[in-house]
C-alpha cells in the first residue's frame, strides 16, 4: 500500500470528504483532530489513524510531530485543511486571536513541512516521483478582508509559504495550496446568509467537498505543478 497520506482537521466538513476520498481509493490515512465528533470513530473502523492534534500552542504543535512520527515513516503527502474561522467582531482579545490564528494557518504547516520532510523525502526516494504538499488557504489571500483581518492575514501567510516551500523541497517535493471561497454551508446559516453569499460568485451555487476533492486529486496526480494556488472560487474575483 502506498504510504498514508496525512489530512489534518479531518473530523468534519472538508477534511472528512477528502479522507472517505481516499479510504475508497484503498489509500491509507492519517487525520489530526481536536475534537472527537463521532466520524473519527467511523474512520478508525475503516483503518485510518486519527490522531489527536491540538496546534493551539507550540508544545501541541511538537508532541504532534513527535506522535505522528511514531505512526509512520513515509508519507505520500501533507494536506493542511486545519482551519479556525475567527473574527474580531466575535474575539475581542486582538493579541490573542492574532497568535492563534497564525500559529493555526501558518505556524503549524511551516513547523509540520519543516520537521516532517524525511517522510515525504522517503516517500519520494522509494517512488521515485515527488511527494506533496496542499495547504489549504482562501479566496480572501487575493482580497483581504475587513471582517476577519486576522484570518485573512494568517492565509496570506500560508499562501506565501506554498512558495518558499515549493522552491524549498523542488523537484522532490511539489508544493501548492488551494484557495477555495464557498464549499460548504454550515448547517446554522440562515436563508438570507446563503442568499447573500451565493451572489458573490459568478456560478451562483453551493458546489460542495467533490470541487476540493477534484483540485487536490489534480495537484497529486502532475509531475508538473508546484509553487502554484488553485483558486476554487465560481469566478468570485470578476464580480
Avoid at 485543511?81 to 474580531?88: G, L, P, V
Avoid at 513547523?111 to 506533496?132: E, I, R, T
Wanted: glycine share 4%; hydrophobic share 40%; with cysteine.
Amino acid at each position: 500500500m502506498t504510504p498514508p497520506i496525512l489530512i489534518t482537521g479531518a473530523a468534519q466538513r472538508i477534511g472528512l470528504a477528502l479522507a472517505k476520498h481516499f479510504i475508497a481509493q484503498g489509500q491509507a490515512v492519517i487525520i489530526t483532530y481536536r475534537t472527537r465528533h463521532e466520524a473519527v470513530d467511523s474512520l478508525e473502523q475503516q483503518g485510518v489513524t486519527c490522531l489527536y492534534a491540538d496546534f493551539s500552542t507550540d508544545e501541541g504543535i511538537n508532541t504532534f510531530i513527535t506522535l505522528l512520527k511514531s505512526h509512520t515513516d513515509s508519507l505520500r503527502a501533507v494536506i493542511h485543511n486545519a482551519s479556525s474561522w475567527d473574527c474580531e467582531a466575535n474575539n475581542p482579545h486582538f493579541e490573542q486571536l492574532f497568535d492563534n490564528m497564525m500559529r493555526i494557518h501558518a505556524k503549524t504547516p511551516y513547523l509540520v513541512n519543516l520537521h516532517c520532510a524525511d517522510l515525504l523525502l522517503n516517500y519520494q526516494a522509494s517512488h521515485a516521483k515527488p511527494a506533496d504538499i496542499i495547504h489549504l488557504t482562501d479566496y480572501v489571500v487575493e482580497t483581504g478582508s475587513p471582517k476577519h483581518l486576522a484570518y485573512a492575514a494568517s492565509k496570506a501567510a500560508l499562501d506565501n509559504l506554498t512558495k518558499s516551500f515549493s522552491a524549498k523541497y523542488a523537484p522532490n517535493i511539489k508544493v501548492n495550496s488551494v484557495a477555495p471561497s464557498l464549499i460548504i454551508f454550515n448547517q446554522h446559516d440562515d436563508e438570507q446568509y446563503r442568499a447573500k453569499t451565493l451572489k458573490k460568485s459568478l456560478m451562483g451555487i453551493e458546489p460542495g467537498c467533490q470541487e476540493i476533492i477534484n483540485s487536490i486529486d489534480l495537484l497529486l496526480n502532475s509531475h508538473y505543478i508546484t509553487g502554484r494556488a488553485l483558486p476554487v472560487d465560481g469566478g468570485r474575483h470578476l464580480k
